[in-house]
């Protein structure tokens, strides 16, 4: 167990630093053209230049590279082009906000997701086409629009909840569940059907496996053999597609932060991207990507307790 | 990001034409039609409307529906109805350019990785696996803060991120045919790759890559109109995305502003999935219809259906055994037919098994044996179910039995053996509970009394090391071990009826031999009635006092063991018979083996 989890570990931070090295070149590769953009259009070539080598860009890129990752190493990703707040308390300050909304909607898809698809998988019938269709509807349409939806029905018209605003948990913590119901359930809808569909397979899959008949054979009722024996099997390939849906949960969360004003990474993204940032969106891009292996890691290892013949893998 | 992957689709069924049989479903022409109009209305949007779509004018902004101009305007005082036709032009157009891309990318790579693997496959497949490991929207809106707001840029990259998605599915059905023995005879007669490909390998992706397409151009319009929403799009060009994010700025000044974009979006983005989800069902029904007509009985006369050949009773046989244990009568078992008719695979089977009896019942795969095992044990698959006749077990009828009663019986009475040792152990779960869960609900024993017996049952049928095994997982043992494992569960609350099916098919010859040596053993301890399933009659020579012969679900010759050996009278079992006896040694007696000096131990 304990070589399994150091192999993820391994390739989890060659996935980072790979990707790093990528987002750094194609961000900074355009060198001379940033200071122009920073100063504007009227800078002398002077003070451009000045700015050019303020900001290390005279470097070779290479070298700038490795002088930002030793940096890093060291928890400075940089400071902002256009505030000159660090990059890593822009991202640390907002980060438990996003968190909150993307672990939120990812437990509430994992719940609600292996109920309707287990229901769906052991009832079959009328039952499973229900399901079916509405995991079919609820993938198809826009995450964003369901949000737009929500805000639109619940908060404004029935005006059950804020429509925009983001309470901390340690203010309030009744306020902040009313200022994050909504975005978790406009997450979370997209997010269920694609699970739902999954677990249903996975279910229905281990249903027909010969070890159900055994085991059945041995004098164990349905139920037990299937909340048992059943689940468990169905887990894995479940996992594993909650391990993708989080990632889209990250990028479905810039969105429907920015519809609800919630002051989380989206909105830090939307603001450095409109003003090329640069510093920044390169700290944001190894920020997600960093909570992307993170949260593999901790699915990987789930999955190696449940199926003993992952971590031979 | 959803899969809807098709599992498997026939290669035959994409040849006929699909877009007709599409049109014959109702989602299937809703959706072809919508999109047909759309599209149509985006190409000829200027004859739809003689508006600029970009035409802005002061008095006009937010104002309301007119003459002319059925939405109203946007906050810029445009025209809303000709923003949204002229939008269709540009969010359907970036959809499709991010489609074009990723199915370049992802086909050509799937096809290049899956049949040539090596390298290039290693490579693509992590290259596949980075792409995922970032959220599309991040990377979207990395590249909108070096390159500026260009929608066709954004697709073009959206493009490159999708790939994995066609990627992994041409992979997968590469992989998958390229070892199929036409695509070796292609090879062999002399066809260079590409054509192999073109011919034998593309046919068979092409039906789930436009699935797959339909599913991705959502996704792209989708993500397109996201990026558009947040104001990071071309705010120059018209799209529905630009519209929305218009219509959300205002929308406590012009509540209607946001509908007309959502409406055609949302509808867009529905379409395009139940298209895809209507093609994969089309497809999946019409690759299993010619199989079910294969299997339909074929009318006219059935020439089993006469009487069984039944010989007399052999006394020498009759002395040994007890009392009936099962009584079968005019059993015969259905399967409920999606058209509502109910398929019959059993007919007629009456047998009976005493205590102390082992009754073979032997026939080829498909004759109906297998079938009639499990429907004693009620553990029929999905859809099955007693049509006619009488099970009777210890004076009991089980045929309409409930499964409340059926649980008590299954495990404490009528115990069962399966065919494959290895599928019939749960992965997931140790060998030793798998065996301690059983005991604890059928026997009511305490968890260490039960790990004891389960400990003393595994060294009974022969596995040297006990707690080895019993703590291994089903994947740490050999399909020997499993077995023996599988037979001490089976008699582990000590049953009267023991129902082998197959027990020693999946096995190596040698732990053939061992495994049957260790039933007929355990079977004299308990003196149990048993029924064994197989296909072999020498394993019906070493082990059975009666035999049944089974074909198409029907017994056509039943009698003591000796009696069918010496005068089998039915053509069937005689062919059977003289197959065997070709074949040579195959009922020479079988030498007895201590199990415990040449069994394979746990691997480590």
Redesign the interface.
């Known amino acids: 167990m304990f070589g399994f989890i150091l192999r993820r570990l391994v390739s989890g931070v060659v996935?980072l630093l790979?990707?790093s090295v990528l987002?750094y070149t194609?961000?900074y590769?355009?060198g001379g053209n940033i200071a122009r953009r920073i100063l504007g259009q009227s800078a002398t070539e002077e003070t451009v230049a000045q700015k050019t080598a303020e900001l290390g860009l005279d470097q070779p890129i290479i070298v700038q590279y490795f002088d930002w990752l030793s940096r890093a190493l060291t928890g400075d990703l940089g400071t902002s082009w256009f505030t000159g707040q660090p990059v890593t308390e822009g991202i640390s300050s907002r980060l438990a906000v996003t968190l909150s909304i993307v672990i939120g909607a990812t437990i509430i898809t994992a719940i609600v997701s292996v109920i309707l698809g287990v229901w769906a998988a052991v009832h079959g019938g009328w039952v499973d086409k229900v399901v079916q269709g509405i995991s079919?509807?609820g993938?198809?349409?826009?995450g964003?629009?369901i949000a737009?939806?929500l805000v639109?029905f619940f908060a404004?018209n029935l005006k059950w909840f804020k429509p925009t605003g983001y309470v901390p948990f340690a203010v309030s913590p009744t306020e902040w569940l009313a200022s994050v119901t909504l975005p978790i359930i406009a997450l979370s809808i997209?997010c269920i059907?694609?699970v739902t569909?999954?677990v249903r397979g996975s279910v229905v899959d281990a249903l027909?496996?010969?070890?159900v008949?055994?085991?059945?054979?041995?004098?164990?009722?349905?139920n037990?053999v299937v909340y048992?024996?059943v689940l468990?099997?169905a887990g894995g390939p479940a996992l594993a597609?909650l391990a993708?849906?989080f990632?889209?949960l990250?990028?479905?969360a810039?969105?429907v932060e920015?519809?609800f004003a919630i002051p989380g990474l989206g909105q830090v993204?939307?603001i450095?991207?409109?003003q090329?940032?640069?510093p920044m969106?390169?700290g944001?891009?190894v920020a997600?990507?960093a909570i992307?292996?993170i949260v593999?890691l901790l699915i990987d290892l789930l999955q190696g307790w449940?199926?003993?013949?992952v971590r031979?893998a | 990001?959803?899969?809807?992957t098709p599992a498997t689709i026939p290669p035959k069924a994409a040849r006929t034409s699909l877009i007709v049989r599409l049109l014959k479903t109702p989602i299937g022409l809703a959706s072809i039609v919508f999109l047909t109009l759309l599209v149509l209305s985006a190409i000829f949007a200027p004859l739809l409307t003689p508006i600029d779509p970009n035409q802005a004018s002061l008095q006009n902004i937010l104002g309301p529906p007119s003459e002319g101009h059925p939405l109203g305007f946007d906050s810029a005082g445009r025209d809303v109805f000709s923003r949204l036709l002229y939008a269709g032009r540009f969010s359907l157009a970036g959809g499709l350019l991010a489609l074009i891309i990723a199915a370049i990318i992802g086909v050509t790579g799937g096809l290049l990785a899956g049949y040539y693997r090596g390298w290039f496959d290693s490579v693509s497949s992590w290259f596949a696996?980075?792409l995922?490991?970032?959220?599309?929207?991040?990377?979207l809106?990395?590249?909108?803060?070096?390159l500026g707001p260009s929608m066709w840029l954004s697709m073009a990259i959206f493009g490159v991120i999708l790939s994995p998605a066609f990627f992994r599915l041409v992979y997968a059905s590469v992989t998958a045919v390229r070892d199929e023995l036409y695509v070796d005879a292609a090879r062999v007669s002399g066809l260079s790759d590409g054509s192999i490909i073109g011919r034998h390998i593309l046919t068979v992706v092409r039906a789930p890559v436009i699935i797959q397409s339909a599913m991705i151009l959502?996704i792209a319009i989708?993500i397109q109109?996201?990026l558009d929403?947040?104001?990071?799009g071309d705010m120059t060009i018209p799209t529905w995305g630009t519209m929305?994010n218009d219509g959300?700025v205002n929308?406590y000044k012009a509540?209607l502003l946001?509908l007309w974009p959502?409406l055609v979006?949302?509808l867009t983005?529905?379409a395009?999935?139940?298209l895809a989800?209507t093609m994969r069902d089309t497809l999946e029904r019409s690759g299993t219809k010619p199989k079910k007509l294969k299997q339909r009985p074929t009318a006219g006369i059935d020439p089993d259906k006469v009487p069984a050949v039944t010989h007399d009773e052999d006394h020498r046989t009759a002395a040994r055994t007890g009392e009936v244990l099962l009584d079968i009568s005019d059993l015969s078992i259905g399967y409920a037919q999606p058209d509502g008719s109910t398929k019959t695979v059993v007919h007629d089977v009456s047998l009976t098994v005493r205590r102390g009896e082992v009754h073979g019942l032997i026939g080829e795969s498909g004759s109906g044996k297998t079938q009639t095992a499990?429907s004693i044990?009620r553990?029929l698959?999905e859809g099955g179910h007693v049509t006619n006749g009488a099970i009777v077990f210890e004076g009991k009828g089980l045929a309409h039995a409930t499964?409340k009663e059926m649980?008590?019986?299954?495990?404490?009475k009528?115990?069962?053996i399966?065919q494959?040792p290895m599928?019939?152990?749960?992965?997931?779960?140790t060998i030793g509970s798998?065996m301690v869960?059983?005991m604890r609900?059928?026997l009511g024993l305490s968890k260490k009394a039960a790990t004891e017996r389960a400990l003393e049952l595994l060294s009974h049928v022969g596995i040297p090391n006990p707690k080895r095994t019993f703590a291994a997982?089903p994947?740490e043992v050999s399909g020997g071990m499993a077995q023996r494992v599988?037979i001490a569960?089976?008699i582990?609350?000590e049953p009267d009826l023991l129902i082998a099916d197959e027990p020693t098919t999946a096995l190596d010859v040698t732990v053939q031999a061992e495994i049957l040596e260790l039933l007929r053993r355990l079977q004299d301890e308990l003196n149990m009635g048993v029924i064994l399933v197989t296909h072999n009659f020498g394993v019906v020579a070493d082990l059975c006092d009666r035999v049944s012969v089974m074909r198409h679900g029907r017994i056509i010759e039943t009698g003591p063991v000796r009696a069918i050996f010496n005068s089998a009278r039915h053509p069937y079992t005689q062919s059977l018979l003289s197959a065997i006896l070709e074949e040579g040694n195959a009922r020479g007696e079988l030498a007895p083996v201590p199990p415990q000096t040449t069994t394979q131990g746990v691997q480590s």
Request: with cysteine; charged share 10%.
């Open positions: 996935l790979v990707i987002a194609l961000l590769v355009g079919i509807l993938f198809a349409i826009p964003f629009l737009l939806g639109t404004l997209g059907a694609g569909q999954q027909h496996r010969d070890y008949r055994t085991l059945r054979s041995r004098g164990l009722s349905h037990r048992k024996h468990r099997n597609i993708v849906q990632v889209g990250l990028g479905g810039i969105i920015q519809i993204a939307v450095a991207t409109s090329g940032d640069i969106v390169m944001l891009v997600t990507a992307v292996v593999n449940l199926n003993p013949k031979l | 990001m959803i899969d809807l696996g980075l995922m490991a970032l959220p599309a929207m991040v990377v809106l990395a590249a909108r803060a070096v959502g989708a109109a996201g929403f947040l104001g990071l929305l959300f929308i509540p946001i959502s979006l949302a983005c529905m395009l999935t139940l989800s499990w044990m553990l698959p499964e649980t008590k019986i299954r495990g404490r009528i115990a069962y399966p494959e599928s019939n152990l749960d992965a997931s779960f798998q869960e059983p609900v059928c997982y994947h599988l569960g089976a582990s609350c």
